[in-house]
């Protein structure tokens, strides 16, 4: 980066001006954005959904292989994601930053850009926020707020037995992607001559980079009037999800390996690291797709569905939690520590 202009050297109001300036406003339900000491908002006959996701640097993100414009939009990406998995219609986000000074304006222009992108893909408002400075590292806190009528929120708890178990897109690539950047950084450390080789490995470092909350399979659900009977955002591996939403609905299941998603790099990668990908999938986590259920009937309509994918059903919660592995065994599902 050539310019490197101090955040001190604007001030924190004039920083807020300079970063927010873009942003305009797009929903009814934005009654007013920025400039006061709160947002308003008016959401009239609709339900309100608000989530919220906090990110740190060294835990959540490392700057050194992570690009700010991409860091800007999974942040908003992440949340929107908590919103579709409640089949609510994304409205607005705030935005909080705390930042040392070893970050420059140009910089926080970039997390911003990034921001912005996402706000125009999600059809989001950007209504607030907060800044404040910290020690050393970056840390990002967004508010996602979201609106739908009572009878389309989708929860946890509301699963039935015997109905279909579906995934959206293919699952474990994010995971994979952080792999591949984790060796890479260790190789640079130990050789900083070394070009990292990324080649045919794009797909999963757009997973871990850049990843995008399901918008399309939400407006599918929408279009052809369907409300699964419940739904979850796999953030932290299929195995955990799954355990949530069949907890909280006091259901067991069948989950067969051989249905789980998994695209091809990922596959590649897995093999190179010596892995199994069913792991990854089961327990890489940041995937940002839709684990929802759907009643048996649905089975033949939900099979025409290009970007998803039964992979298997509820049952009573008698019959435990299973994973039938590819030679037909039947694992117990854990939250974490998976061996097969
Ligand atoms: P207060 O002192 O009431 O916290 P601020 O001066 O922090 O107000 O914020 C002024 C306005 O700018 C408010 O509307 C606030 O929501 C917005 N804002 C502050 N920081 C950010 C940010 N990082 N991103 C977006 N909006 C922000
Ligand atoms: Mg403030």
């Known amino acids: 980066m050539t310019n490197k202009t101090e955040i001190s050297s604007l001030g924190e109001f004039k920083l807020i001006d300079h970063l927010t300036e873009n942003f305009e406003l797009k929903h009814e339900s934005s009654k007013f954005g920025i400039g006061d000491d709160a947002a308003v908002l008016d959401f009239s006959n609709n339900k309100t959904v608000v989530t919220t996701d906090m990110l740190v640097e060294g835990i959540h993100f490392d700057l050194s292989y992570t690009p700010l414009i991409h860091l800007g939009y999974k942040s908003v990406a992440v949340n929107i994601s908590d919103l579709y998995a409640m089949n609510a219609t994304p409205q607005q986000i705030t935005v909080s930053i705390a930042v040392s000074k070893r970050f420059s304006v140009e910089e926080l222009d ?38 739908a009528k009572e009878e389309e929120i989708c929860y946890r708890n509301t699963a039935k037995p015997n109905e279909l178990i579906c995934v959206s897109g293919d699952l474990g690539a994010a995971y994979a992607g952080l792999q591949l950047l984790e060796r890479e950084k260790r190789v640079f450390a130990d050789n900083p001559k070394v070009q990292p080789d990324l080649e045919g490995y794009e797909y999963i470092l757009e997973r871990q980079l850049k990843p995008e909350a399901r918008k399309d399979i939400f407006e599918l659900f929408k279009s052809k009037n369907w409300i699964p009977s419940s739904m979850i955002d796999i953030s932290d591996g299929l195995s955990s999800e799954v355990m949530h939403l069949c907890e909280k609905s006091g259901l067991g299941c069948q989950i067969f390996e051989d249905k789980i998603p998994v695209d091809y790099q990922t596959h590649k990668m897995a093999e190179e690291l010596n892995m199994n990908s069913t792991i990854f999938a089961l327990n890489g986590g940041e995937d940002y797709e839709l684990l929802f259920t759907f009643p048996l009937d649905m089975h033949d309509e939900l099979k025409e569905c290009k970007g998803i994918k039964i992979i298997g059903h509820t049952c009573d919660i008698s019959k435990g939690r299973q994973l039938v592995t590819r030679d037909n065994n039947e694992i117990e599902l854990k939250a974490q520590g998976w061996k097969l």
Do not use: H, Q
């Not at 990034?114 to 970056?138: E, M, P, R």
């Open 110 to 147: 970039l997390f911003y850009e990034g921001i912005k992108l996402a706000c125009d893909n999600y059809n989001v408002d950007l209504v607030g926020g907060d800044t404040t400075s910290s020690l050393t590292g970056f840390c990002i806190s967004i508010t996602a707020i979201g609106m």
